[in-house]
């Protein structure tokens, strides 16, 4: 199976509870049968919960549940006891089979009500003899609103169960769906039962009864009608029941036109009204029936409250919505933010970054620009345990190239000239968070320096201030350049690289994703339409193939920017691109910038001799020494000290003097006067 992230629309909604487990996911699906045949195979699955009777949706949950999984027995079941369950539909063998009851005690459902998942790939049989011939199995709990356990969920299999993520996040979104469906049935029959009573006491009281006249003054009040309305068995005659009508505009609608069919010897049925009561002003709801006196001279008023039938109406309706959106997490299992796509590069990019987000290991992202560097590091940050902490971005190639500094690690006042006060850096911002610095080759290598320290000792000191300030910061950094050239051409720290590469991650161009481009094409469509004042219904075919072919040097920020200008000079409900605003296809000749090929760090190369000084100077080690050598003749030759050459290079003293040993470098004789 195919893994797929996908986008539903806001508006997806359905006329029943079952309805509403698939609206959204069809939708999305149909529009992108032809895409993949895994997908219309997907869409078939649902579209048969789709096509089942709401008496018939677990049953065919269980019997979908097995085909995804690929798996010989799925059921849904009820908790009835403590540790008794009762199916309420159960697939086995391929066949559909009825309720059954039973107890979990001696099988992995005994977990599964205790509130946890349980997944068994193989040897369920050697822990658990009573279940026979069963190797695998697969469940989870189905909760109530409150947390408490209600049912569950699970599929087994005499064989192993080899599951990939994806069919384990499907399994995962269906059982919430279950249990959804579950709540909403509990509170159904809650409805229900309230409903029956209302029912009984509306035929064989005590229901409200009032006498009232053509003005709404009471006549006579039963005592339910006293106690529903919150009045005083002394202050019912002449009290004007129209005046607990609740101050809104769709209340006082409802009794103009009830008293309005009144006066013309109608008789108002079943009318809901909102009321406020005289007692405490607490709204209630009644259903209100009335029939007027033949003479003309009072009316005889029913009603019952039904403040709770509304109240579980609202509720219902609230689980009903809640089910469109984990129909909507089925089809966004692998939607990481605003990224979109499918294709077998991005998804091993997504399957990065779920691993790397729950560590705190510095992550370093290659691409070109407009490939959504920013995404997968804010995906990264939303995935970790630093998710409600700040997510700080840096462009390192957007700050004058004199306050990145001051921008990175603050200042204080007076530090230089326009430092009229004392200024937070983004460390500090990002304290307990993630720092974002994008174009990370583009920083200065003084500031490199620092930057190491922050990695490495987790301080720094603002500019202008000699005192330390700790952080607890995850770095995340990408680029677009070639680090291994800018290494090389020592404009970038060889030191600094090895800390921020702990994890590297490669996003493809657009070029590359080819498969996702109908889908981003689709989104962006769904975006910017309302913005511009469009509504587009389909996308021209050969607009389609084209936008696939074309290379996309500008990437996914060019496909966006098209898309709107298209968009603005559309004039139907169809997406047509004429190929002079594509632009003619050609060869796109930059290589994806992949982690350099870089030599051992020098602390574990073998240690060379004075000799080793003579390299060529186009060598790393050559200019390494350069650079070296440059900084102890500018500090005089003074290495330890805050004005040392060791601070200034970014390393402690005696890894200095180590260098200094390793490329044959000493300080020079002065010469006698």
């Known amino acids: 199976m195919s893994k797929r992230g996908h986008r539903l629309p806001e508006d997806a909604e359905s006329d029943s509870a079952h309805d509403s487990v698939v609206a959204g996911i069809l939708m999305t699906l149909e529009s992108m049968r032809s895409d993949s045949e895994e997908i219309a195979a997907l869409a078939a699955l649902v579209d048969g919960i789709a096509r089942a009777a709401p008496n018939d949706f677990f049953p065919t949950l269980a019997h979908k549940v097995a085909e995804v999984l690929n798996v010989r027995q799925a059921a849904v079941s009820e908790v009835i006891a403590r540790d008794r369950i009762r199916t309420l539909g159960f697939w086995s063998h391929g066949k559909r089979f009825e309720s059954v009851e039973r107890t979990v005690l001696g099988t992995p459902g005994e977990t599964v009500l205790k509130g946890e998942f349980c997944h068994l790939p193989q040897g369920v049989a050697a822990h658990y003899p009573g279940l026979g011939a069963v190797d695998s199995y697969i469940g989870m709990p189905l909760k109530s609103h409150d947390g408490s356990i209600i049912g569950s969920i699970c599929a087994l299999d005499p064989e192993p169960m080899s599951l990939t993520p994806v069919q384990i996040l499907l399994f995962e979104a269906f059982g919430a769906s279950a249990a959804a469906e579950l709540r909403r049935l509990h509170l159904e029959r809650i409805a229900t039962e309230a409903e029956e009573c209302f029912h009984d006491l509306f035929n064989e009281a005590p229901i409200a009864y009032v006498h009232e006249d053509l003005e709404t003054r009471f006549i006579h009040a039963n005592k339910a009608a006293i106690r529903i309305l919150g009045v005083k068995p002394e202050e019912v005659h002449g009290f004007v029941g129209a005046s607990l009508v609740a101050d809104t505009a769709e209340a006082k609608r409802r009794i103009e036109e009830a008293l309005a069919s009144i006066a013309v010897g109608q008789e108002p049925q079943g009318v809901v009204l909102e009321l406020k009561r005289h007692n ?3 709204h209630i709801y009644i259903q209100w029936w009335s029939r007027p006196d033949p003479g003309g001279r009072y009316t005889r008023t029913m009603f019952v409250d039904i403040t709770a039938r509304v109240l579980l109406e609202r509720e219902q309706a609230r ?13 966004s299992v692998h939607n990481f933010e605003e990224i979109t ?26 691409g070109e620009t407009g490939t959504g560097k920013e995404l997968i590091a804010r995906a990264i940050h939303s995935r970790s345990r630093r998710a409600d902490k700040p997510f700080i971005k840096v462009n390192c190639a957007a700050l004058p190239a004199g306050l990145v500094e001051s921008e990175l690690f603050g200042h204080e006042r007076g530090a230089f000239s326009g430092a009229i006060q004392r200024r937070i850096g983004r460390f500090e911002l990002a304290h307990h968070g993630t720092i974002f610095l994008d174009e990370i080759g583009e920083m200065p290598l003084d500031v490199q320096v620092k930057l190491l320290r922050v990695l490495q000792e987790h301080e720094f000191e603002r500019v202008g201030s000699s005192q330390t300030t700790k952080v607890d910061v995850r770095i995340i950094a990408a680029t677009n350049r070639d680090l291994g050239r800018s290494i090389r051409e020592s404009t970038f720290r060889e030191d600094l690289y090895y800390r921020l590469s702990v994890f590297p991650i490669t996003v493809p161009p657009l070029r590359e994703r080819s498969p ?3 889908l981003l094409v689709k989104y962006f469509a769904q975006k910017y339409g309302p913005i511009v004042g469009r509504r587009i219904e389909r996308i021209d075919g050969a607009t389609m193939r084209r936008l696939v072919e074309y290379p996309w040097p500008g990437n996914i920020r060019e496909l966006e920017n098209l898309i709107e200008r298209a968009l603005i000079l559309t004039d139907s409900d169809v997406l047509h691109i004429a190929p002079e605003i594509l632009g003619p296809v050609r060869s796109v000749i930059r290589a994806l910038p992949q982690p350099p090929v870089l030599p051992p760090p020098s602390s574990e190369r073998s240690t060379r001799t004075t000799d080793s000084a003579r390299l060529d100077d186009t060598s790393l080690a050559a200019v390494q020494r350069a650079h070296v050598l440059r900084v102890l003749e500018t500090t005089d030759w003074v290495i330890e000290g805050e004005q040392g050459a060791a601070v200034r290079l970014g390393m402690k003293p005696a890894t200095l003097r180590f260098r200094m040993k390793k490329f044959g470098i000493s300080r020079p004789r002065k010469r006698a006067s």
């Open 280 to 282: 405490d002003g607490k």
């Open 319 to 331: 689980l009903l919505a809640e089910n469109v959106y984990l129909q909507e997490e089925i089809k």
């Open 341 to 366: 796509g499918a294709s077998d590069g991005l998804m091993r990019v997504l399957d990065d970054v779920q691993r790397v987000a729950r560590t705190d290991a510095a992550v370093l992202i290659y």
């Open 516 to 518: 996702d481009i109908p």
